[in-house]
């Protein structure tokens, strides 16, 4: 009985034994079956996530490196890429395309303190050698040199600023630092502010200036309540290196031998038939004129007489634009007007750039006049514009009395008599030459200006280089082109995303 007991119990402990076994094994399949960490390691690296990852890795390297190493040539080789939207650090085509005809040996001076160098003035000067091997830069510390400038000129000479000296003729040009940087007040603050770079601008006038012979003299008529002119216009005529004078008409005998062309700017008191006399005599000598008429100036029967005698009248009001293409924004006045093919307008034209004339009187060409005259339009209306003739209507429409258009808004005239030939430009507006138009930059105000003044003194090289501001750009656009862009923006835009969008989801649908 106990050896039966026995035996059952080595049996139970057998079926224990190969149990345990079993359970073992499996366990050990189990194991066999399920990777361990190293495993999952080892299979990591041959995933195909880990190969596309790899690769992009080491195609990055290879750029990074191929950035550092053309860097660091570049840095070497001194090579500088002008990638600002105005083109701040490059020399503008007028530049180059006056600097390559010099024939005479010019040297630019930068006056500056070791280590003070201004980063655009020093870009702009050393780009002049790189276009005519006839200039040359050199760097004087006036610190270290403080009479040098004094063998030039006897101005106070200040840092960072420019000497131009032509080694041929000897003539000199001083550029102070302060005209290089265009500023205005803030008069709320009463800080100024820096709202342009004239560099270019400057040193380019410098260098026509001691290698040109014609230096106009523009005179100014006072005596009459005419407008200033803006400080634009004035830097702009010193670019273009032409001196200005005042001329009281009524004070003196003639027009001065020495004047290039006589501007008269919206005279508010009539002239004497004297002072008409006089400027008379002076254009039918070869003289030339620039006139801009007022709409608010009436009663100007001398004045009138002037323009008549070229046959030129103004029409009574100003001008109202019913074509939406012709007048900026929503002012109906402040007309945009076609720009008429004319030395004066071409650069203009081509560049397809806007003139805006506020306020504008009509100009309309005699039906008889002298045969030695021609006259050109130069600004014209469209057909749908009218002159308002009551001034002070609050009527914008077109009412009984208003005079139908076109209209020019300038006009030029030449006259060739005795071998001798007169050139007198007639514009409407006097808020052509405003500070407000002049200023901006996006428009053609001045550059009507200084192209008109270019004409009349027979000046060929015409270095109107802009300055290049440092504010905030505006985009101007007339009435109907801001209509155009916003229903464009508005409604196609958002129509087209919608439409798009619905094309796309009912494909997939049907998918």
């Not at 076994?21 to 399920?34: G, R, V």
């Not at 670019?239 to 006589?262: M, Y």
């Not at 429409?397 to 030939?421: C, V």
């Amino acid at each position: 009985m106990s050896e039966q007991k026995e035996n059952n119990t080595n049996i139970e402990n057998n079926a224990d034994t190969e149990q345990n076994q079993n359970t073992e094994l499996n366990l050990q399949e189990e194991n066999n079956k399920t990777p361990g960490i190293k495993d999952k390691i080892a299979a990591s690296f041959s995933s195909r996530k880990f190969r596309g990852g790899a690769y992009a890795t080491a195609v990055s390297a290879v750029v990074i490196v191929i950035v550092i190493i053309l860097n660091v040539i570049i840095s070497q080789l001194d090579l500088k890429i002008d990638v600002t939207n105005d083109n701040k650090y490059t020399l503008t085509s007028v530049t180059k395309d006056y600097v390559k005809k010099i024939k005479d040996d010019i040297t630019i001076y930068y006056l500056v303190q070791t280590g003070q160098e201004n980063k655009t003035t020093q870009q702009i000067v050393e780009k002049y050698p790189g276009i005519s091997s006839h200039i040359k830069v050199e760097y004087k510390d006036p610190l270290l040199y403080p009479n040098f400038a004094s063998k030039y000129v006897d101005d106070k000479v200040t840092n960072d600023s420019v000497l131009v000296v032509n080694n041929t003729n000897k003539r000199v040009k001083y550029v102070d630092s302060s005209s290089m940087v265009v500023s205005q007040i803030d008069y709320q603050t009463y800080q100024s502010y820096q709202t342009g770079i004239d560099v270019e601008g400057q040193v380019t006038s410098a260098i026509q200036y001691v290698t040109t012979d014609n230096l106009p003299i523009m005179y100014t008529v006072t005596g009459h309540g005419e407008a200033d002119l803006s400080s634009t216009i004035t830097t702009a005529l010193g670019k273009i290196n032409v001196t200005q004078k005042s001329l009281n008409t009524l004070t003196t005998e003639s027009i001065p031998e020495d004047c290039s062309v006589l501007l008269i700017n919206v005279p508010q008191k009539d002239y004497s038939p004297d002072e008409v006399t006089l400027i008379k005599n002076y254009l039918s000598n070869g003289g030339h004129a620039i006139i801009y008429t007022d709409y608010q100036a009436t009663s100007l029967d001398n004045f009138s007489s002037l323009l008549n005698y070229y046959g030129v009248s103004v029409v009574p009001g100003f001008v109202v634009e019913g074509s939406r293409d012709h007048y900026m924004g929503q002012y109906i006045n402040w007309i945009v007007p076609n720009i008429e093919s004319h030395d004066i307008t071409s650069s203009l034209k081509s560049a397809n750039i806007y003139i805006v004339a506020p306020y504008s009187s009509g100009l309309q060409e005699a039906d008889s006049v002298r045969s030695t005259i021609e006259t050109t339009p130069l600004l014209i209306t469209s057909d749908e514009a009218y002159s308002k003739t009551d001034v002070n209507s609050s009527n914008a429409g077109k009412e009984k009395g208003d005079i139908e258009g076109p209209f020019n808004i300038g006009l030029a005239i030449t006259e060739k008599y005795n071998e001798k030939e007169t050139k007198l430009i007639v514009y409407g507006s006097s808020a052509l030459i405003d500070e407000s138009m002049v200023a901006t930059s996006s428009l053609g105000n001045l550059d009507l200006f200084l192209n008109t003044v270019n004409y009349v003194t027979d000046k060929k090289d015409t270095l109107a280089v802009r300055t290049v501001s440092t504010e905030q750009q505006y985009l101007n656009v007339t009435a109907a082109k801001a209509n155009l862009w916003s229903i464009l923006i508005v409604v196609v835009l958002p129509v087209l995303v919608l439409v798009s969008g619905g094309y796309v989801v009912l494909r997939r649908r049907k998918k």
